[in-house]
């Protein structure tokens, strides 16, 4: 029969699974709020910094914090103005190439049909172009609201968070009892807004080289709208794996498109994908450092978890969030020394 302390440990670990479990699925339920939260927080930390030194130049906080957000703001609003014009024609061709795409397969099966003498068998692809298209500009048309009110929450959450998580932070401090204590979360604070920010722009600037090295390759093979496919794998590249994977298959049926060769459609995205592994096994780990450089096994498994549990978005923040875990298990110690799992770090 286990004894008293068995059943104690036992219970302990059911509860923990159970509240894990649980934590899931509210993070499912209610990922339109906690999603939104996340992301306004991950801006306020990274841009209040910036808001900090417009403070100690006597610009109150308020202004500061309105000004950081219409720079970062006017930036974005340019570069996809910039980028606008080639994606709008990409898009007004996306009924022509669903077309083409379903003349191709009805053609094939129908040679595959004749070939094996099965005239009598109706084609479940002969309708694909109405079938997929227009529900996806269905799903467009009523997310379009939904996202722009996101939007509006978030840059209201951004403002909030830079002009008054200082306040909140001072009075969490406050209500600490001894030095030591308010002196780790000072220290905790501070390694997560530090280490997040320099996280946050050595990816974005390396991010925005490997998408000028491949708009310059796709131009010198004269590729249509080489800088739009080179800032879509530079944000897609935001997430590891994944984003360029997509980015690949894409690039592969682009080329396909334009060129109408197979080998066109093999020898584009294997050079981005030669370029993609130059930057994710040499140049950032050598940027970023050990303490950012976390293991690619927990990292891949981690954004699929949080690609379920949040979609394309989850994927997008989910290394920011195990930058800031991985900071959080060090610096507190609570789980002693198995934080260094997270790390990508060779021991002798």
């Not at 993070?27 to 306004?40: C, D, H, R």
């Not at 006017?74 to 996306?94: D, E, G, Y």
């Not at 030095?179 to 979360?185: D, I, P, S, Y």
């Not at 944000?235 to 682009?254: D, K, M, Q």
Request: charged fraction near 10%; proline fraction near 4%.
């Amino acid at each position: 029969m286990p004894s008293k302390d068995h059943l104690i440990r036992l219970s302990q670990i059911m509860l923990c699974y159970l509240a894990i479990l649980a934590s899931l699925y509210t993070l499912y339920l209610a990922k339109t709020l906690f999603l939104t939260i996340i992301i306004a927080l991950f801006i306020a930390l990274f841009c209040d910094p910036l808001v900090s030194r417009l403070e100690k130049l006597k610009i109150p906080r308020g202004i500061g914090a309105l000004l950081t957000m219409v720079f970062f703001s006017t930036c974005l609003f340019l570069a996809v103005s910039m980028l606008k014009p080639s994606a709008q024609v990409w898009i007004t061709k996306i009924p022509a190439i669903m077309d083409q795409m379903s003349q191709s397969i009805n053609e094939a099966t129908n040679t595959i049909e004749n070939n094996t003498a099965v005239d009598n068998v109706e084609n479940p692809t002969s309708h694909i172009n109405r079938s997929t298209f227009m529900p996806l500009l269905k799903s467009i048309f009523f997310a379009t609201p939904v996202f722009l009110a996101q939007a509006m929450a978030a840059m209201f959450m951004i403002y909030f968070f830079l002009v008054y998580g200082q306040i909140i932070l001072l009075r969490l401090i406050q209500i600490k009892s001894t030095f030591g204590e308010k002196r780790n979360v000072v220290e905790l604070f501070s390694a997560i807004q530090k280490e997040l920010s320099t996280y946050v722009l050595t990816i974005t600037v390396i991010n925005l080289c490997l998408g000028l090295c491949v708009s310059i390759l796709f131009y010198a093979f004269g590729i249509e709208d080489a800088f739009l496919w080179g800032a879509m794998a530079a944000a897609l590249n935001f997430t590891p794996y994944l984003g360029p994977l997509i980015s690949a298959c894409i690039f592969s049926l682009v080329s396909y498109i334009q060129f109408e060769q197979l080998h066109m459609a093999l020898l584009i995205p294997a050079l981005y994908l030669g370029i993609n592994l130059i930057e994710s096994q040499f140049v950032t780990p050598t940027f970023l450092g050990s303490n950012l450089n976390l293991n690619p096994l927990i990292v891949f498994v981690w954004l699929l978890i949080w690609g379920w549990i949040w979609g394309a978005f989850g994927m997008l923040i989910g290394v920011p969030l195990l930058v800031c875990l991985s900071i959080y298990l060090e610096k507190t110690e609570v789980l002693g020394e198995w934080y260094l799992l997270l790390r990508n770090e060779k021991t002798s």
